[in-house]
């Protein structure tokens, strides 16, 4: 199988730089100075072993393959926020043998959240959610780090909505022998909502900087457990702490890397190359939506939500507002939130 990487940059660059090491076919789908960058001088993959160099053939758009092959897998790896365009953009294009990649190909969606499978089965028959444990790193154009050992990460994988098949273990093989741990389940989705719990922190991430005082701690476990609550609320299963902890023990383990420190998580890298877009939408914001539905508040996701889609759109860079005013705020969301409860109850 050849492997389309769309969105070749922390997740995407480093699956492709890993899938093309261990021998497997790669193309590289990027834009802008990444996509001159990698054209240039190739895919510089910054690992525990050393920065290595991939010359893989890279595009931006389908224009630059002509028609897909019946083998390809399409792997969806942009932000949450660019699925839609991705998607529209790659289900029409042809496959060699007729019809089109919405049609005959696999879609791999290797994503945070939990939207952008929805999105693509709305476009393609064949989607695959995989819950990305991989943490990496993509803030300069042409180069990805990922700083996992002795795994890069670990990549739960199965059919959307739900179920497994032969192609997910094909898939599956190839990523384990890539890095990777790659469990094939049929219930992925159990897996996505209980690292959605975790992606809730990168919000406050972004907007205070890293997580290491007790003031922030606390604000992340108040975040996350507005997100259990939601999720009890709306009846969705998630895989417990315990359960993930379990499968992960210390198969990826962070080690410093050469000329490539890990400033944070994926929100804090958008805001730090000043994309002017966050995933914020997808990730507290799909806390806030089922809150929405379900009945249950949500003031702290709701304010992070705001908050980093403010510091993205007016690219403010990442960390740049006090923990302690953030606190403050978010004590005020609160009140307003119970004062908005009373009045509806006795108003």
């Given at each position: ?118 999105l693509a089965l709305r476009v393609f028959r064949r989607v695959y959610g995989v819950c990305v444990w991989l943490p990496s790193t993509y803030v300069e154009p042409g ?205």
């Amino acid at each position: 199988m050849r492997y389309v990487i769309i969105g070749a940059g922390a997740v995407g660059g480093v699956m492709g730089g890993r899938l093309a090491g261990a021998g497997h076919e790669v193309v590289l789908v990027a834009r802008g100075a990444h996509f001159e960058a990698l054209r240039e001088g190739g895919l510089r993959l910054r690992v525990p072993e050393g920065e290595l160099t991939h010359r893989l053939p890279v595009v931006d758009g389908p224009s630059g393959l002509g028609e897909l092959r019946p083998d390809d897998v399409l792997v969806l790896a942009v932000k949450t926020q660019d699925s839609a365009a991705a998607l529209q953009t790659w289900g029409p294009v042809p496959v060699a043998g007729g019809k089109t990649a919405a049609e005959r190909l696999p879609l791999i969606c290797a994503q945070n959240g939990v939207e952008s499978q929805r999105l693509a089965l709305r476009v393609f028959r064949r989607v695959y959610g995989v819950c990305v444990w991989l943490p990496s790193t993509y803030v300069e154009p042409g180069v990805v780090s990922a700083a996992g050992s002795p795994l890069t990460g670990i990549l739960h994988l199965g059919r959307h909505p739900n179920g497994t098949d032969e192609t997910a273990r094909r898939i599956a093989a190839d990523l384990e022998k890539s890095h990777f741990e790659a469990p094939v389940v049929a219930d992925v989705a159990r897996w996505q909502y209980a690292k959605l719990l975790s992606n809730l922190g990168n919000a406050l991430e972004a907007v205070t900087g890293p997580v290491d005082s007790e003031e922030a701690a606390a604000l992340f476990l108040r975040v996350r457990a507005e997100g259990a609550a939601v999720l009890d609320g709306a009846g969705i299963p998630y895989a417990s702490a315990e359960e993930q902890r379990a499968v992960r023990g210390d198969k990826v383990t962070l080690v410093p890397l050469d000329g490539a420190p890990r400033g944070g998580g994926s929100s804090w890298q958008s805001l730090t190359r000043g994309t002017g877009t966050i995933e914020a939408d997808y990730l507290n914001g799909e806390i806030a939506l089922l809150g929405r539905l379900h009945g249950v508040p949500t003031p702290l996701n709701d304010l992070l939500q705001r908050l980093a889609n403010t510091f993205a759109r007016e690219r403010r860079a990442p960390g740049a507002m006090p923990v302690g005013e953030l606190a403050r705020l978010a004590e005020e969301a609160a009140v307003q939130v119970s004062g908005e409860d009373e009045a509806g109850l006795f108003g």
